[in-house]
């Protein structure tokens, strides 16, 4: 079982759309939990990260981490065409193992 | 937040050639920093740890004598590809650990194609 696993997409929604992000871990000492995003040609920029379990929301973004699940999520309400990155997750603390990236695209 | 360059961004070499890759933390100190290789939809592949002074550590599967990586200083890593194949064509990423460790700063990323 590979530690992060991500549904690669691609995910394409109507721009004012809801999007949601999943993925899935098997180490449960983790602590940190991150979502990055990373534009085409580009590198990875953090979006948001929390720490062990509970939601984090930043305008647009909520962030979610089930540790009982091993589940993360992050959330885009209001989608817009700008939005459109592939979006990884990573977990970790000094060290960070990043999942596969889901390709998401806002149609305007 | 805090810079990361590479140079160059994207670089294209013969087949049996030496590539040169640097990344540069431009406004703070890094006594680590870390490689990275992406291929095509694929996700960040961790390749080695850079360690200022000191020998880099290599995930397993990554041959080091082929990705020769040097810090040189606080502020500057290299990853050198040598007797590079097509196989080695890749999108290769760097990045650096902020003072909060679970946060990296990324460099842009140098796309290199070997013909």
């Known amino acids: 079982q590979k530690e992060v696993e991500q549904d690669p997409g691609p995910l394409s929604v109507p721009e004012g759309a809801i999007v949601s992000l999943n993925c899935t871990y098997s180490n449960s000492a983790f602590q940190y939990f991150m979502w990055y995003r990373q534009y085409s040609r580009k590198g990875p920029e953090l979006l948001m990260y929390t720490y062990s379990s509970g939601n984090k929301e930043d305008g647009r973004f909520t962030a979610q981490v089930d540790k009982s699940s091993k589940y993360i999520s992050l959330f885009i309400r209001d989608s817009q065409p700008s939005d459109s990155a592939t979006y990884l997750c990573a977990i970790g603390d000094d060290k960070i193992i990043f999942g596969k990236g889901t390709r998401l695209h806002i149609l305007p | ?115």
């Open chain 2, 1 to 115: 937040g805090a810079v990361v360059s590479q140079h160059p961004s994207w670089v294209i070499c013969k087949s049996g050639t030496s590539v040169k890759i640097e990344c540069r933390s431009l406004d703070f100190q890094a006594t680590t920093m870390f490689w990275y290789r992406q291929f095509p939809k694929q996700s960040l592949m961790l390749m080695a740890t850079s360690n200022e002074g000191s020998k880099a550590t290599y995930e397993q599967g990554v041959e080091k004598d082929k990705f020769l990586i040097n810090h040189a200083s606080l502020t500057l890593s290299t990853l050198t590809v040598t007797s590079a194949h097509p196989e080695d064509s890749s999108f290769y990423i760097c990045s650096a650990p902020s003072s909060r460790g679970y946060e990296q700063y990324f460099g842009p990323g140098t796309r290199l194609t070997v013909t």
